[in-house]
């Protein structure tokens, strides 16, 4: 069985400073590595993800995440934040050889301060 | 390219009354497609999965039920609606790559 923990359920920060979003997983096998944004009222729109080599992945809007398989964690950062990345954010996980189907964590809510 | 539709955009629906929510694919032949629920702004809950015409699997027991009449229709429905019904469902579909592409979703207010 997998899971996903999001450690923070909130995180206020002011424009231009840096934010970490954390994650950490748990799961018996190889694992792959997604995040999502979700703004408000709307569906969930893949930021990154990680299946395989380099552990630090580059994606939309300035993200990266890194993956660190020693403390099962896939931590999500930028350097710096604008008001328009006020959204929810959601880590989720996959077991290589499963049924493709993630397991979501519960989300962490970034709030970007003017 | 790949997209995926979801209607309607808003619903509010009395107890008790059926339900039809409607998802449907292009771009993509036989993808794997999923329901689920966020209750209360947070959290996904899985409710049905399919990987083919006619393949229905559910994680969740409860009043609705989903069905795949076409390799790219997903369709979520309900006899009668209960309050607890209410919340934002997203309809979504995977590829190989292992990511998902979610629709815009559906507010389902149930009054």
């Known amino acids: 069985a997998q899971s996903v923990t999001q450690l923070d359920s909130q995180v206020p920060v002011f424009e231009e400073a840096p934010v970490e979003l954390r994650c950490n997983y748990s799961?018996?096998?190889?694992?792959?590595l997604f995040w999502y944004v979700q703004y408000p009222n709307q569906g969930l729109q893949l930021l990154l993800k990680?299946?395989?080599?380099?552990?630090l992945v580059k994606g939309i809007n300035g993200f990266e995440a890194e993956f660190n398989k020693s403390q099962t964690s896939f931590h999500l950062r930028k350097p710096s934040v604008h008001i328009s990345d006020t959204a929810e954010y959601f880590c989720?996980?996959?077991?290589?050889?499963?049924?493709?189907?993630?397991?979501f964590g519960r989300g962490t809510s970034l709030i970007v301060h003017p | 390219s790949q997209t995926i539709h979801q209607w309607p955009a808003t619903l509010v629906q009395p107890v008790g009354s059926p339900l039809s929510l409607e998802c449907t694919v292009e771009?993509?032949?036989?993808?794997?497609l999923y329901w689920y629920r966020q209750a209360a702004g947070r959290g996904l809950q899985l409710l049905f999965y399919?990987?083919?015409?006619?393949?229905i699997s559910s994680e969740v027991p409860q009043n609705l039920s989903a069905s795949r009449p076409q390799d790219r229709q997903f369709i979520l429905s309900s006899k009668k609606l209960l309050l607890s019904d209410s919340g934002f469902y997203l309809c979504?579909?995977?590829?190989?790559?292992?990511?998902?592409?979610f629709g815009s979703g559906t507010r389902l207010t149930v009054v």
């Open positions: 979504a579909w995977s590829d190989k790559n292992y990511g998902y592409t």
């Open positions: 799961s018996s096998v190889s694992v792959y």
């Open positions: 990680y299946l395989s080599g380099s552990t």
């Open positions: 989720a996980v996959t077991s290589s050889g499963g049924s493709y189907i993630p397991t």
């Open positions: 771009g993509t032949s036989n993808p794997n």
């Open positions: 399919s990987v083919g015409i006619g393949q």
